[in-house]
């Protein structure tokens, strides 16, 4: 991860916000899984996008936590200042919008944890028809390609590509999606040509991404609002000639632990939430199996290994 995070109060937030508050051009409510995040902005493309990624809200709703996305050649490139207390985020100079989004999902994220005993993965879940499955794994890991290439599969489902919000009920736990549309890179029909209708009209950005809506290819069936979780597959690229093994809920904590659960993009990082997470992630991995697949071979040999362990391989 490239951009930096500061923390600040907030009267700083007060002071920074009546400096940019002119500046805004565009301003759009959305909503995160019950959350009204509100984007201000000044730029038109950055508008258009997040319209097309997440649910409207209405207008008349107040907001639970801000994002204003801003050019200011006073800051350095690619600057985040983050006030936890009224949930703004200022993310000035920053042209990717792939981290635009996840910033607003970790604002999201940061009120429902501390409020709702609801947490987020950074990882892509799918149905299966048995149940559901979630995909977690560093960046280049294969998450985005395993994902789509289950979604080749008529009786697969997804709930989201990229991120999701989780919370308990008893035993069961239950996966929810928070973003209307999908976002997909560039190489995506290189590897399954299945989807090279959609790359084809997609709008990419420089970074070589876009944000489509999925229902062109699969249908608007096959997208689900939740699923209740089963299963959760860790990738990970290395050497080790073991392709697959299930881990224990000890074995799999220390590895998301160690990983700092693969969101590079939590935006509070402290005592407090380090137990939170610690707790929830604990109970979650008790009630699902885990297993840490080797992504080494070839995305043909990994996707078969995933579909083993989803149940989909007839």
Same mark, same amino acid.
């Given at each position: 991860?490239?951009?930096?995070?500061?923390?600040?109060?907030?009267?700083?937030?007060?002071?920074?916000?009546?400096?940019?508050?002119?500046?805004?051009?565009?301003?759009?409510?959305?909503?995160?899984?019950?959350?009204?995040?509100?984007?201000?902005?000044?730029?038109?493309?950055?508008?258009?996008?997040?319209?097309?990624?997440?649910?409207?809200?209405?207008?008349?709703?107040?907001?639970?936590?801000?994002?204003?996305?801003?050019?200011?050649?006073?800051?350095?490139?690619?600057?985040?200042?983050?006030?936890?207390?009224?949930?703004?985020?200022?993310?000035?100079?920053?042209?990717?919008?792939?981290?635009?989004?996840?910033?607003?999902?970790?604002?999201?994220?940061?009120?429902?944890?501390?409020?709702?005993?609801?947490?987020?993965?950074?990882?892509?879940?799918?149905?299966?028809?048995?149940?559901?499955?979630?995909?977690?794994?560093?960046?280049?890991?294969?998450?985005?390609?395993?994902?789509?290439?289950?979604?080749?599969?008529?009786?697969?489902?997804?709930?989201?590509?990229?991120?999701?919000?989780?919370?308990?009920?008893?035993?069961?736990?239950?996966?929810?999606?928070?973003?209307?549309?999908?976002?997909?890179?560039?190489?995506?029909?290189?590897?399954?040509?299945?989807?090279?209708?959609?790359?084809?009209?997609?709008?990419?950005?420089?970074?070589?991404?876009?944000?489509?809506?999925?229902?062109?290819?699969?249908?608007?069936?096959?997208?689900?609002?939740?699923? =209740?979780? =089963?299963?959760?597959?860790?990738?990970?690229?290395?050497?080790?000639?073991?392709?697959?093994?299930?881990?224990?809920?000890?074995?799999?904590?220390?590895?998301?632990?160690?990983?700092?659960?693969?969101?590079? &993009?939590?935006?509070?990082?402290?005592?407090?939430?380090?137990?939170? =997470?610690?707790?929830?992630?604990?109970?979650?991995?008790? &009630?699902?199996?885990?297993?840490?697949?080797?992504?080494?071979?070839?995305?043909?040999?990994?996707?078969?290994?995933?579909?083993?362990?989803?149940?989909?391989?007839?």
């Amino acid at each position: 991860m490239v951009y930096t995070v500061r923390s600040i109060t907030i009267e700083e937030k007060e002071e920074i916000a009546s400096r940019y508050t002119p500046l805004v051009k565009f301003e759009h409510k959305s909503d995160i899984y019950g959350c009204c995040i509100k984007l201000l902005t000044d730029a038109r493309i950055v508008k258009d996008r997040w319209e097309e990624n997440f649910f409207a809200m209405s207008q008349n709703i107040r907001s639970h936590g801000r994002l204003y996305v801003l050019d200011d050649p006073r800051e350095s490139k690619d600057t985040v200042l983050y006030d936890a207390q009224s949930k703004t985020a200022f993310l000035l100079n920053i042209t990717y919008y792939g981290w635009i989004k996840s910033l607003a999902l970790s604002v999201a994220g940061d009120i429902l944890e501390d409020e709702h005993s609801i947490f987020s993965i950074h990882g892509a879940c799918i149905d299966t028809g048995c149940g559901g499955l979630c995909i977690v794994g560093a960046s280049g890991a294969g998450k985005t390609t395993h994902t789509y290439g289950m979604l080749r599969d008529e009786r697969v489902h997804v709930i989201a590509d990229d991120w999701f919000f989780v919370r308990e009920f008893g035993k069961d736990v239950l996966a929810y999606g928070s973003e209307k549309n999908f976002y997909i890179r560039a190489d995506l029909a290189t590897i399954w040509p299945e989807f090279e209708d959609l790359v084809e009209h997609a709008e990419f950005d420089g970074e070589g991404r876009a944000v489509v809506d999925l229902r062109w290819v699969v249908g608007k069936g096959r997208i689900l609002p939740l699923t =209740r979780l =089963r299963t959760m597959i860790l990738l990970e690229r290395r050497g080790d000639p073991v392709r697959c093994r299930q881990l224990e809920p000890s074995e799999a904590l220390h590895h998301l632990e160690s990983h700092t659960y693969f969101n590079p &993009h939590l935006l509070i990082r402290n005592p407090f939430k380090e137990a939170l =997470r610690k707790s929830f992630f604990l109970k979650l991995l008790s &009630h699902i199996d885990v297993y840490l697949v080797n992504t080494s071979g070839t995305p043909a040999e990994t996707q078969q290994l995933v579909r083993g362990i989803a149940g989909l391989c007839a």
